[in-house]
């Protein structure tokens, strides 16, 4: 089992930036991969950012070059640094950890944070 806790959301103005944080507990050994999902109002969650075991990361279309996911493994924890924000950005941010175990994907969820882009 993993927890997933996330923090950092809130209001921030469009052009501002934020960083998000998801610290992970139980069976972190276990761990193949983590990243951050969005899903904004009327909308399907879609991918974030995602950093695999190593240094892999995949972002997500809309947020090229403007988010960078990263962690520190002394504190089990992963960002999500977030610059350039817009009124697109606005959504609930889920952090998601995958296991993997006798070959099945396990996918593991915290319970958002909000995070709203506005003037």
């Known amino acids: 089992q993993v927890q997933l806790v996330e923090s950092g959301g809130g209001l921030v103005q469009p052009g501002g930036s934020l960083r998000l944080s998801c610290a992970a507990s139980?069976?972190?050994?276990?761990?193949?991969?983590m990243g951050w999902y969005r899903q904004a109002p009327g909308k399907q969650r879609e991918l974030v950012a995602v950093?695999?075991?190593?240094?892999?990361?995949r972002y997500g279309g809309s947020v090229k070059g403007r988010f960078t996911i990263s962690r520190d493994n002394t504190k089990n924890t992963v960002y999500l640094q977030m610059n350039s924000l817009s009124p697109e950005d606005t959504a609930d941010y889920y952090c998601?950890?995958?296991?993997?175990?006798?070959?099945?994907?396990?996918?593991?969820w915290g319970k958002g944070t909000r995070i709203t882009v506005s003037s």
């Open positions: 998601n950890a995958v296991v993997t175990s006798a070959g099945t994907n396990e996918y593991y």
């Open positions: 950093l695999s075991s190593g240094t892999s990361t």
């Open positions: 139980g069976s972190i050994s276990s761990i193949n991969a």
